[in-house]
């Protein structure tokens, strides 16, 4: 007998880190040296009073039951706590806020709460691979917003076509951006949200790496505009701000009804966060926050490293100034970023990914992250750049 999946997961493209383990395997052994600079999972731990708050909770026999489906009213204080002090947004604890196993859980539930099969979607491009399959599995269709170099890779309202604009129920955004590292103001998100008022369109803003910034920037949130809470929800979690991606704990914050119908889908799927991975939460969250800045300088040290090995080498790349990643374009004589990862992955060991991953935009361009220990990526970017010269040498 053979077993069909249904039809949308039948066409649905495999997670790309997911699809590297058999590669990794095969190399290792060979013997090849592996230097992971594709994905973007912290390698530094969580303060130790965040990993103290789990264990003491964990002690509590109470605590191992079901929790509170939308999450603990301590959590969802803490999340309204944090955003009062981090961007001066004042959240309903009770209405605006929903806790999440990790907000990719959430990014992908948002599709699945509001889109009707033929519903559209505005969605920057390059993106973060899960609102594209997210709204694929919804059935739903898409417009690109392109984020262009010569625009500060922000998406631009104006090139929208007006029939596209007034049929959009939908609009992904994500600063500090995932792939790109680029940043958005105060200025951008406003017109965001006056585009998306006049449009009648949700804004679905992803703000990870909100807390990942270097060189005295801040980033702001969205809700920090006037009228965003009616317009916009924003996915936030403590994946990358405290160190925490392997606990899946996030939070989605905003619009009331939005918040309201994601609670209600995701109570038919899941059982809420382990209660001491919440306390933990509410630890990180509440408690003073400047080693946040010895941990950012360590990223941007990292950032730096990458940044100089990309110069000499000929990529076209910016230095970022918030998230995880360098989003460079491919030196002279290069033209497949898919082509070009692999071959260095197998020659050299260094792993990458390839930017046609995040969109058609990303057909020139390759992800660098920066979540490996600071000498490793100055091994990694030796070796790209002799691997790059010797192969451009080659061609000539």
């Known amino acids: ?19 590297l383990t058999k590669t990794f395997a095969e190399l290792r052994a060979r013997g090849v040296d592996i230097i992971r600079l594709d994905m973007g999972s912290p390698d530094l731990p969580p303060a130790d ?128 951006n995932n792939p790109t590292g680029a940043i958005a103001d105060l200025g951008f998100y406003k017109r965001a949200v006056e585009y998306a008022t006049e449009n009648e369109i949700l804004i679905v803003h992803d703000a990870p790496y909100c807390d990942l910034t270097f060189d005295n920037f801040k980033a702001p949130s969205i809700l920090e505009v006037p009228g965003a809470i009616d317009v916009a929800i924003e996915f936030n979690s403590l994946s990358k701000t405290y160190n925490m991606a392997g606990w899946r704990v996030g939070m989605a914050v905003g619009n009331s009804d939005v918040i309201k119908y994601l609670a209600n889908y995701k109570s038919q799927v899941d059982s809420s966060l382990f209660a001491p991975i919440m306390d933990a939460g509410i630890a990180a969250l509440t408690s003073d926050q400047n080693w946040l800045v010895g941990r950012n300088k360590i990223y941007e040290e990292r950032r730096d490293v990458v940044y100089k090995g990309l110069k000499e080498a000929g990529f076209e790349v910016d230095l970022p100034k918030a998230a995880l990643y360098l989003w460079a374009k491919l030196p002279a004589g290069f033209s497949d970023p898919v082509d070009y990862c692999a071959r260095l992955l197998n020659d050299t060991g260094v792993s990458l990914t390839p930017g046609i991953v995040y969109g058609p935009s990303g057909a ?33």
Do not use: C
């Open 49 to 176: 009073f965040i990993v103290n708050a789990l264990t003491e909770s964990a002690k509590n026999p109470k605590k191992h039951g079901y929790a509170p489906a939308a999450g603990s009213a301590e959590f969802l204080n803490a999340v309204a706590f944090y955003y009062k002090r981090r961007f001066g947004v004042d959240l309903d604890p009770k209405s605006q806020i929903l806790a999440l196993i990790g907000s990719k859980e959430g990014i992908y539930h948002i599709n699945r709460t509001l889109l009707d099969p033929g519903d559209l979607v505005l969605m920057p491009d390059p993106y973060y691979p899960v609102y594209i399959a997210g709204a694929e599995l919804a059935e739903a269709d898409v417009h690109y917003m392109p984020l262009l170099k010569k625009n500060e890779f922000l998406p631009d309202f104006d090139a929208i076509p007006a029939d596209v604009a007034k049929r959009a129920k939908m609009m992904w955004l994500n600063y500090p």
């Open 364 to 396: 020139n361009y390759v992800r660098f992250s920066i979540v490996i220990p600071t000498d490793a990526i100055q091994v990694a970017m030796q070796r790209l750049v002799e691997w790059t010269k010797a192969e451009q040498k080659a061609m000539s």
């Open 1 to 19: 007998m053979q077993i069909k999946p249904a039809r949308i997961v039948q066409n649905l493209k495999p997670y790309f880190f997911a699809g």
